[in-house]
């Protein structure tokens, strides 16, 4: 069977799960059976998941790309676009298979169902539980079409879809203020990321004249010279879209705040999947990026700053969640610094390994928050460890796979962004600016170190130690921040296990269970990035080698992965495992062999403002709040304004001038000074209504007036254009 | 091709004759010496007794001058049809029922509207 | 005239007639009876529609009053269009009519000669009998807007859309006397003959510009839109369905007929009025919309919005971008009406709906309904996959390949500006709590939101099949103007 024949039903199976779960939600009357919604939202996703491995099965034994197309979505015909050419503005609907949409369509696929398991334990007392559900499993089908499909547009399909999702799914605790603003701020944030991704798609049609993944880039791999010009335009407007997806500074401001949304959701949609679908248009890009050095350049340095920025924000957070949200915002920075120095496979390397330990730390944080009781204030936990033994182990193997030391998943992948960052500088010697990849290494180290010590601090403060939740009445005071409902979910509690208010506890086998599977995941998924020249082979990983077809020659130039010596190649790991240990042995002291914790208190203390200005995420809200929104609604108040005022203006303009010219005592002033004087007694004698109606015919002259002007600015128009075009001409 | 700067003069002929003699001629050549009672409206020695265009008139009267108007008209395209109803002929007599019966659907409304009655 | 031509007339004849017989219905029956007369009237558009397939298989070259009108496959395309336009308004406005109040029969009877001038203006080829068409959508409109007469806000708007309008219809003419004075004839035909070897003739330039103005008004398009916000929220709810969906399709199909087939070689001496217009509507039509608190005058803006991006279809001058019009003109109708078919959906009084607020947590109430007003606002903005893509793709690409990449950037930018407000409605539906607005319980509008979000829907996944009916109806106009 080819593999054509049944891909579609990989995206589809999760949209009829949505479709049934959503027409129930809506519909079925009264208590919704909750094994029914399970067995569709779980059914239809692990029946995908296991298509999608038999596709993956298929395509590795013959390691042939396919695409398939199912129908011609938009037969738009041809077209004129730029250079004189005829671009195909045709959509087809298809679907495409290699080795990139293999990795992304597993991960979606099996993080996702994984993630589907550990919710039915998770939102077990939610209202709403298959309204979940369904927009969960809708969620699937978009990101699945993201990642498979053949073109941009259908990509944009999957793009749109998905931020919907993610914005109803944040917003999912509707009666609380908090996440409907969150959701909004969500929405805001990506329509400008989307904006740039929409016009990368039409720039894409009006220079290549299509936007077939397959047809742009065997265009701009074969004729490289002929798009150098605009490759970098396009690439940063692609740029633009992802660093909206994928929360990349100055964008990354609404995924913090999108934790409000259900925990699961964090997991899958803010950690693991759809905030990845930036890097992997960039990597799926890569043949666009690789033609204009200084859009890589851009995308390495917002990268590498995003990367140390949010890891220097993490470092004073107190909500758990708010601390792995700002290491998601950082280790995306790390995917896009790799992108950034050419490193594609180490992005998509990391993208993967991450989603595992990230998902896992999620999923943990989730299981914490359960046991507490809604809590989410670190300071309020500790000595976790002893009520939820499976949970701590579980997120302590994860912890130590994003802080990078060997042999766990993070390592690997964050070693090879780093040793490429480190290589980019032997690409470039000889160039003016050949220093500046070993300062996107020096700041990548510097962020594997704060993301070494602030997931520490997590670890510390969360599990190890005394509990110091147990003598707090109620969880009230960070009621505003939490956006998670608890308040019926620990309801729930009180009647199923009978300790409401009391100790910590460990959560259902559904939950753990999920966090066991992911940290085996954490443990070994970095192997298939397993450096070779260790053992003494100099030769792409097995991972590069499975990208490789990818990564197009470009005008006759095959790819090139970097190959270092083996000693080199030692250093590199050794001085990544330094800066690791480094920040782990500071969280030590800080944090466990001091319990009172008097060393970060005494640094907070030593330098309030630096420590307010963390605390407050470099105030990067209040300052959009200042500029930005406010610049916009001032800018839309003004349009408005002019909309309603300035024909008064006109008018009154209008007689201020003939006032002037005409002097006093001349006819035109009798005549107003005896319309103001009838309009006075007409006021005087029938109060408001004549005025008002005074005022309503006034504005409809003033509209005619409005009219008459507009004729003249045409013309002024087509005068202004006909002079421009004699002095051109 | 017609030279159309003619129009354009002939426009600001138009233009300027009503311009120059209100705005410009006039307040030139003539006394301006107002007081309250010139300001007045109905300056013939009485007291205003109300606002102008504050009598009401019955809306009956507007009714009856629309119709007025229609029908009348309906005549402007009488005259022509009638001067060459020979060359018309059947099809012009025709055309000329099918629009006088559609003016009479209006007419038959208003009647039954009772526009036509005076209460 | 012969019996060929009635045969082409045959649906502007049905509808006269059947305009008269329910206008004497109540004098002769003598009752305001609602529900006969909304029935009356889906009688007499079954029988327009199934007139219209009889003209359109009627032969080649389908044309009838001499030259003045034509019933080729584009006036078809738009005929059908407002016959299911119309016929969706007529059940919007059945809810208001029933109750008694408002007398129903004048008011399909106004709807039913409205529809048959959008008919003459979509078959005109003449601009005169174009104006005759579009002088009796206008004044069918005027009372209609006026149709609440005990409200002073509807009074108002008819007061306000009749003088403005009749303004408009003067600089309209205006521009098609020295249209005439500059080629002779009002033919388009002709027109396009004449014009070919005038490019530079300043009469013909301030015609067309004046001819333009008058378009643009009733297209609604900055700045001769300055009406539009008053009238629209003056206005009855379905009559405003009304004006923002039949009566631009109409000025739509009109604008593109004379600019394709009549001024099509004049293009280099137009486009930059045009371009300018259509970036002021999208601009100011977007902006303005973003702090409207009212849900109607924000959808009179957007509507404002909707103009320019169509505009930018009569600009491209291909046939990309007159298949884009068509397009957009078909995903646009379905939409909008579905909006204002929600609005009506929670009002309260006459007037509601009308505020953000009277949609908040509707996603409790009616999750249905709630949905498919996402799937209107997400085909407004432009979101895959609903049908709004669709046309925008067409007229973005139009832009882009006649060379108006600015204006495909302002496009793109102000459809992403659109979405802030749209997404408004959306927020207070799904994650604001509150008391929506009670959801009437009126089968007609329910069916007109399953019938848009329907459309919409399978219009966006399945565009086949109107693409290709919109390709097929525009050949007979660009093979005129590529010959």
């Given at each position: 069977m080819a593999i054509g024949e049944y891909l579609w039903l990989v995206p589809l199976l999760p949209l009829v799960g949505a479709a049934i779960n959503g027409f129930r939600a809506a519909y079925a009357k009264g208590e919704k059976s909750k094994t029914l919604t399970n067995g569709v939202a779980l059914g239809s996703t692990l029946l995908s998941a296991i298509i999608a491995s038999f596709a993956a099965w298929r395509y590795g034994l013959a390691k042939v790309p396919y695409e398939v197309v199912y129908w011609d979505w938009i037969p738009a015909g041809l077209g004129n676009v730029a250079g004189g050419l005829l671009g195909n503005f045709n959509v087809e609907l298809g679907l495409q298979i290699d080795?990139?949409?293999?990795?992304?369509?597993?991960?979606?696929?099996?993080?996702?169902?994984?993630?589907?398991?550990?919710?039915?334990?998770?939102?077990?007392?939610?209202?709403?539980?298959?309204?979940?559900?369904?927009?969960?499993?809708?969620?699937?089908?978009?990101?699945?079409?993201?990642?498979?499909?053949?073109?941009?547009?259908?990509?944009?399909?999957?793009?749109?879809?998905?931020?919907?999702?993610?914005?109803?799914?944040?917003?999912?605790?509707?009666?609380?203020?908090?996440?409907?603003?969150?959701?909004?701020?969500?929405?805001?944030?990506?329509?400008?990321?989307?904006?740039?991704?929409?016009?990368?798609?039409?720039?894409?049609?009006?220079?290549?004249?299509?936007?077939?993944?397959?047809?742009?880039?065997?265009?701009?791999?074969?004729d490289p010279l002929r798009f150098e010009g605009v490759a970098t335009l396009l690439c940063l407007c692609l740029f633009v879209g992802a660093c909206g997806k994928s929360a990349q500074f100055p964008l990354y401001v609404w995924l913090p705040d999108a934790m409000a949304g259900p925990t699961p959701v964090s997991a899958l949609i803010h950690a693991a999947t759809m905030v990845t679908a930036g890097v992997y248009m960039v990597v799926r890009s890569n043949v666009l990026f690789r033609l204009s050095p200084e859009a890589m350049l851009v995308v390495a340095c917002v990268g590498a700053f995003t990367a140390i920025f949010a890891?220097?924000?993490?470092?004073?957070?107190?909500?758990?969640?708010?601390?792995?949200?700002?290491?998601?915002?950082?280790?995306?920075?790390?995917?896009?610094?790799?992108?950034?120095?050419?490193?594609?496979?180490?992005?998509?390397?990391?993208?993967?390994?991450?989603?595992?330990?990230?998902?896992?730390?999620?999923?943990?944080?989730?299981?914490?928050?359960?046991?507490?009781?809604?809590?989410?204030?670190?300071?309020?936990?500790?000595?976790?460890?002893?009520?939820?033994?499976?949970?701590?182990?579980?997120?302590?193997?994860?912890?130590?796979?994003?802080?990078?030391?060997?042999?766990?998943?993070?390592?690997?992948?964050?070693?090879?962004?780093?040793?490429?960052?480190?290589?980019?500088?032997?690409?470039?010697?000889?160039?003016?600016?050949?220093?500046?990849?070993?300062?996107?290494?020096g700041v990548g180290m510097l962020a594997a170190m704060c993301t070494a010590f602030y997931m520490f601090r997590l670890y510390f403060m969360t599990f190890v130690g005394e509990y110091r939740g147990a003598a707090e009445a109620g969880h009230g005071a960070h009621a505003g921040h939490d956006a998670h409902g608890h308040d019926d979910h620990s309801q729930g509690h009180a009647d199923d296990h009978g300790h409401y208010g009391g100790a910590p506890h460990e959560s259902p086998w559904s939950m753990t269970g999920v966090l066991w599977i992911l940290a085996v995941g954490s443990i070994l998924a970095g192997l298939v990035g397993f450096p070779l020249a260790l053992i003494g082979k100099h030769q792409p990983t097995y991972f590069q080698s499975w990208l490789e077809p990818i990564l197009l020659p470009i005008g006759g130039h095959a790819f090139h992965f970097h190959e270092a010596e083996l000693t080199m190649e030692v250093i590199l790991i050794a001085a990544s495992v330094a800066v690791a240990v480094i920040g782990i042995v500071i969280a030590y002291f800080f944090y466990k062999a001091d319990p009172s914790w008097s060393k970060p208190k005494q640094l907070a203390a030593g330098a309030p403002k630096l420590y307010d200005v963390l605390l407050n995420k470099y105030y990067v809200d209040e300052i959009y709040g200042a500029t930005v929104i406010r610049g916009t609604i001032v800018l839309s108040l003004i349009l408005k304004w002019i909309?309603?005022?300035?024909?008064?203006?006109?008018?009154?303009?209008?007689?201020?001038?003939?006032?002037?010219?005409?002097?006093?005592?001349?006819?035109?002033?009798?005549?107003?000074?005896?319309?103001?004087?009838?309009?006075?007694?007409?006021?005087?004698?029938?109060?408001?209504?004549?005025?008002?109606?005074?005022?309503?015919?006034?504005?409809?002259?003033?509209?005619?007036?409005?009219?008459?002007?507009?004729?003249?600015?045409?013309?002024?128009?087509y005068l202004a254009f006909e002079v421009l075009g004699k002095m051109q001409g | 091709m017609a030279n159309y700067s003619i129009l354009l003069i002939a426009f600001l002929i138009v233009l300027s004759v009503p311009v120059l003699t209100i705005f410009l001629i006039a307040p030139l050549v003539r006394a301006s010496r107002p007081s309250k009672v010139k300001l007045e409206p109905y300056e013939c020695g009485v007291e205003p007794a109300s606002v102008a265009f504050d009598h009401r008139f019955s809306v009956r009267y507007f009714l009856v001058a629309v119709l007025f108007i229609i029908f009348d008209v309906e005549t402007i395209f009488l005259f022509p049809w009638a001067i060459r109803l020979e060359q018309l002929g059947w099809f012009g007599a025709i055309e000329m029922a099918i629009f006088i019966a559609i003016l009479l659907v209006g007419y038959f409304y208003a009647w039954k509207r009772k526009v036509l009655t005076w209460v | 005239?012969?019996?060929?031509?009635?045969?082409?007339?045959?649906?502007?004849?049905?509808?006269?007639?059947?305009?008269?017989?329910?206008?004497?219905?109540?004098?002769?029956?003598?009752?305001?009876?609602?529900?006969?007369?909304?029935?009356?009237?889906?009688?007499?558009?079954?029988?327009?529609?199934?007139?219209?397939?009889?003209?359109?298989?009627?032969?080649?070259?389908?044309?009838?009053?001499?030259?003045l009108f034509v019933a080729d496959p584009f006036a078809v395309f738009f005929k059908l269009l407002f016959v299911v336009v119309i016929a969706m308004i007529t059940l919007l406005s059945a809810e208001f009519l029933e109750d008694g109040r408002y007398s129903a029969w004048e008011y399909y009877s106004l709807m039913a000669f409205a529809l048959c001038g959008m008919m003459f203006m979509a078959s005109g080829t003449h601009l005169i009998s174009i104006y005759v068409g579009l002088e009796l959508l206008s004044l069918a409109s005027y009372?209609?807007?006026?149709?609440?007469?005990?409200?002073?806000?509807?009074?108002?708007a008819a007061m306000k859309y009749f003088v403005l309008g009749a303004t408009s219809s003067g600089i309209l003419l205006y521009g098609m006397s020295l249209i005439y004075g500059a080629c002779g004839s009002l033919h388009l035909e002709a027109i396009s003959q004449a014009v070919a070897t005038m490019a530079g003739n300043q009469a013909l330039i301030i015609g067309v510009m004046l001819l333009g103005a008058g378009l643009c008004f009733k297209v609604a398009a900055v700045p001769f839109h300055v009406w539009t916000p008053d009238v629209y929220t003056g206005a009855p709810t379905p009559v405003t369905a009304f004006l923002s969906t039949a009566s631009k399709v109409a000025a739509f199909a009109i604008f593109a007929?004379?600019?394709?087939?009549?001024?099509?070689?004049?293009?280099?001496?137009?486009n930059s009025i045009i371009a300018t217009v259509a970036a002021?509507?999208?601009?100011?039509?977007?902006?303005?919309?973003?702090?409207?608190?009212?849900?109607?005058?924000?959808?009179?803006?957007?509507?404002?919005?909707?103009?320019?991006?169509?505009?930018?279809?009569?600009?491209?001058?291909s046939e990309i971008g007159l298949q884009g019009v068509l397009i957009y003109m078909l995903v646009y109708a379905f939409a909008n009406i579905g909006t204002w078919a929600m609005v009506m959906l929670l009002r309260r009084r006459e007037y509601a709906g009308e505020n953000v607020d009277d949609f908040d947590g509707l996603h409790k109430s009616a999750p249905l309904y709630a949905f498919a007003m996402v799937v209107f606002l997400l085909s407004l903005g432009g979101i895959p996959p609903t049908a709004g893509f669709i046309g925008k793709y067409y007229l973005f690409a139009a832009a882009i390949s006649a060379g108006y990449a600015w204006l495909a950037v302002i496009a793109v930018l102000m459809s992403a500006v659109s979405m802030f407000y749209y997404f408004r409605l959306v927020v207070a539906m799904y994650l604001k709590d509150g008391a929506a607005a009670d959801v009437i319980p009126s089968r007609q509008v329910r069916f007109i939101v399953i019938v848009c979000l329907i459309a919409t829907l399978t219009l966006g996944i399945l565009p086949e099949r109107m693409i290709r009916g919109a390709a097929r109806s525009i050949a007979p106009i660009v093979n005129l103007a590529s010959r």
């Open positions: 080795s990139l949409s293999i990795t992304m369509m597993m991960v979606v696929t099996w993080i996702g169902f994984l993630i589907h398991v550990y919710a039915t334990g998770y939102m077990g007392h939610e209202k709403g539980y298959t309204r979940f559900f369904a927009y969960l499993n809708l969620f699937m089908f978009m990101m699945l079409l993201l990642v498979l499909g053949n073109n941009y547009v259908v990509m944009f399909v999957g793009w749109e879809g998905v931020g919907l999702c993610s914005y109803l799914l944040i917003g999912f605790y509707y009666d609380k203020t908090f996440a409907a603003d969150a959701g909004k701020k969500a929405f805001i944030t990506n329509r400008i990321g989307d904006f740039g991704f929409l016009l990368g798609i039409f720039l894409l049609f009006n220079w290549f004249g299509t936007a077939d993944y397959t047809k742009v880039f065997a265009l701009a791999a074969h890891a220097t924000i993490g470092l004073a957070q107190n909500d758990i969640k708010k601390v792995l949200a700002y290491s998601t915002v950082s280790q995306l920075g790390y995917m896009f610094l790799a992108a950034g120095v050419g490193a594609y496979t180490a992005a998509i390397f990391h993208l993967m390994t991450h989603a595992f330990f990230k998902a896992c730390l999620f999923l943990g944080a989730g299981s914490v928050i359960h046991g507490c009781s809604g809590e989410q204030d670190m300071r309020k936990m500790g000595g976790l460890g002893k009520y939820m033994p499976r949970t701590h182990v579980t997120m302590g193997i994860a912890t130590v796979a994003i802080a990078g030391i060997p042999p766990l998943a993070g390592f690997f992948s964050k070693d090879e962004i780093l040793a490429s960052a480190f290589f980019k500088r032997f690409e470039t010697l000889g160039e003016p600016w050949s220093w500046f990849p070993l300062v996107l290494f909309d309603t005022n300035i024909v008064d203006g006109a008018v009154n303009g209008v007689r201020h001038v003939t006032v002037l010219i005409f002097g006093h005592g001349s006819n035109l002033v009798d005549k107003y000074v005896v319309d103001g004087a009838v309009n006075g007694v007409a006021s005087g004698a029938k109060g408001s209504s004549t005025l008002l109606r005074r005022m309503q015919t006034g504005v409809v002259q003033n509209y005619a007036l409005v009219m008459g002007a507009g004729v003249v600015l045409l013309a002024v128009v | - | 005239m012969t019996w060929a031509d009635l045969l082409f007339l045959l649906p502007e004849i049905v509808l006269s007639i059947g305009g008269c017989l329910l206008l004497l219905a109540p004098v002769i029956g003598g009752r305001n009876n609602g529900v006969a007369a909304k029935w009356s009237m889906l009688l007499l558009l079954v029988a327009t529609a199934a007139a219209i397939y009889v003209a359109a298989g009627a032969g080649i070259p389908s044309l009838a009053l001499g030259t009372i209609l807007a006026g149709y609440y007469k005990n409200e002073t806000r509807s009074t108002e007929r004379i600019f394709y087939m009549g001024l099509h070689s004049l293009e280099p001496d137009w002021l509507s999208m601009i100011v039509g977007n902006l303005a919309a973003v702090t409207q608190t009212n849900v109607k005058r924000m959808l009179a803006y957007s509507s404002i919005a909707h103009a320019g991006y169509a505009l930018l279809g009569v600009l491209a001058m």
